[in-house]
């Protein structure tokens, strides 16, 4: 049903709920001033436990700029070419893919169609993926233009990709056009995009910059 309103644009506002936490991967210290430090920052004790019990490495100092070279090598080089091979048919994978780059739970908002919606299980992400090839095959997609682009890294573990989406024919011409902000998140190793926030744009208008297309 969800997925039916979404196929036919109608309005949607879907929160299920989601976990308290979901631990990705953490860089705490193993120092044993750690548990001290997260309960003086008011961390309950059952937190700090989880926290402890998924910490996977020594943190590291944080480089902003080695971050960033991750998330945009990972994103651009991987990410975007799978994606698109996929959606084009050049990729002889199922929309199972997608599991490798989407975080589950993944929250996602929109514009067309208008949704808010957390992707509570592995089907509900794949589903949703799978919708947006099969709506693309159908007009012909071929590959996707990205005339703006910008990545920022919160720290060693967190950041965001915005992105200018076009999305083409053969021909050249623009199938879809939207504005899309990801939050990205490294778990066990390797990023995953956890959330997502889109708008349609319009060429004329954004004159081709992330900073034009929010501001319409």
């Not at 990705?24 to 120092?31: H, I, L, P, Q, S």
């Not at 996977?56 to 480089?63: I, R, V």
């Not at 066990?188 to 004159?207: C, F, L, S, V, Y």
């Amino acid at each position: 049903m969800l997925f039916k309103m979404l196929k036919t644009g109608a309005a949607l506002a879907v929160l299920a709920s989601a976990p308290a936490f979901a631990v990705a991967e953490t860089a705490a210290g193993n120092d044993a001033n750690d548990k001290t430090n997260m309960g003086a920052l008011g961390i309950s004790s059952d937190l700090q436990s989880v926290i402890a019990k998924f910490a996977t490495a020594q943190k590291a100092e944080f480089d902003r700029e080695t971050t960033e070279a991750e998330i945009s090598s990972w994103f651009f080089d991987v990410y975007i070419p799978t994606w698109v091979a996929v959606g084009n048919g050049e990729l002889d994978r199922g929309p199972e893919f997608v599991l490798d780059f989407w975080s589950t739970p993944m929250f996602v908002t929109g514009d067309e169609p208008y949704m808010a919606l957390w992707l509570t299980e592995d089907s509900h992400v794949v589903e949703f993926l799978a919708m947006q090839h099969r709506f693309l095959k159908a007009k012909g997609f071929t590959h996707t233009h990205v005339p703006d682009s910008k990545v920022r890294a919160y720290n060693g573990l967190g950041g965001a990709v915005e992105v200018i989406w076009s999305r083409r024919a053969a021909d050249n011409s623009e199938i879809q056009r939207y504005v899309v902000h990801f939050e990205v998140a490294k778990m066990n190793g390797t990023w995953k995009i956890i959330g997502g926030h889109t708008r349609t744009t319009d060429a004329e208008k954004d004159g081709d910059t992330i900073d034009g297309a929010w501001a319409l």
